[in-house]
C-alpha cells in the first residue's frame, strides 16, 4: 500500500525566514502534487510535478521532485504571513494494480508564519 | 470558466439515515473523484468515476456508494450513517493529470 508522509506536520516560521518541506513516498511514481488548504476550505493546486528532476516555482514556493530518491521538497523563501495554511503533498502511482488513478495524500504541514 | 461545484454545502443528518452529496466537474471533464477529509484522519480517497463507470473505490465500506450520470455530474451515497462519517467531503474532476477540487460539502451525523 502507497504511504505518502510529510515532516514536518508543524511548521512555526518567523517572516523572512526560509524552510523545506519534504514529502516522501513509497512506491514507483512520476506524478506528485502539492495543494494548499486554507481553514474551513478546499484545496488550491499549487505544483504538479511529472518528471524526475522537474522543479517548478511560484512566487516564494519551489517544488521540486526526486523519483529516485522518492522525496520531493517544498521550499518557502522569505516567509510572509499569507503563506499560512496547510500544505499536502500527493501522489498517484504509476500505472498497474489497485492503486492506479487515486491520489494518496501526505498527512499536511500546517504552516504559521508569525511577524 | 466554471469550477468544481458541490451541493449541498453543509448538510446534517442524524445516525442511521441516508445522505446523498452532488458534485459537477468542470465542462469537459470526464473523471470525478471523491475524498473524505475527517478530522485526525487526513485526506482519504472514496471513489474514482470515468465515464459513467466506477474505476476505483478506497478502502470504505459498502454502504459508501455512488454514480456518474451521462453529464458527468456525480452523486455520493452514504447509507446507514455513523458518527464517524462527520468529515468534509471534497469532490474533483479532472482531464489529464491534474485534479480541481470543489469547495466541499461538510456533513455532520448527530
Known amino acids: 500500500e502507497l504511504k505518502v508522509e510529510q515532516n514536518p506536520l508543524f511548521l512555526s516560521m518567523q517572516e523572512g525566514k526560509n524552510y523545506t518541506i519534504y514529502c516522501n513516498y513509497s512506491t514507483t511514481s512520476d506524478r506528485l502534487y502539492w495543494y494548499r488548504q486554507d481553514p474551513g476550505k478546499s484545496l488550491e493546486s499549487l505544483f504538479v510535478?511529472?518528471?524526475?528532476?522537474a522543479v517548478k516555482q511560484e512566487g516564494r514556493l519551489m517544488a521540486s521532485l526526486d523519483t529516485k530518491a522518492r522525496l520531493s521538497t517544498l521550499h518557502i523563501t522569505a516567509a510572509v504571513h499569507d503563506l499560512s495554511a496547510t500544505y499536502f503533498c500527493a501522489v498517484v502511482p504509476n500505472a498497474g494494480g489497485t492503486s492506479y488513478g487515486k491520489l494518496t495524500f501526505g498527512q499536511g504541514t500546517i504552516l504559521t508564519v508569525h511577524p | 470558466e466554471a469550477g468544481v461545484t458541490q451541493s449541498p454545502t453543509h448538510l446534517i443528518k442524524t445516525r442511521g439515515q441516508q445522505a446523498t452529496l452532488r458534485c459537477s466537474p468542470i465542462s469537459g471533464h470526464t473523471s470525478v473523484y471523491w475524498y473524505q477529509q475527517a478530522l485526525g484522519l487526513g485526506l482519504q480517497f472514496l471513489l474514482w468515476y470515468d465515464e459513467g463507470e466506477e474505476r476505483n473505490r478506497g478502502n470504505f465500506p459498502p454502504r459508501f456508494s455512488g454514480r456518474q450520470f451521462p453529464n458527468y455530474s456525480s452523486e455520493l451515497n452514504v447509507n446507514a450513517l455513523e458518527l464517524e462519517d462527520s468529515a468534509l467531503y471534497l469532490c474533483?474532476?479532472?482531464?489529464?493529470?491534474?485534479?480541481?477540487f470543489g469547495p466541499g460539502t461538510r456533513l455532520t451525523v448527530l
Open positions: 510535478l511529472l518528471s524526475n528532476g
Open positions: 474533483a474532476s479532472s482531464q489529464g493529470d491534474k485534479q480541481f
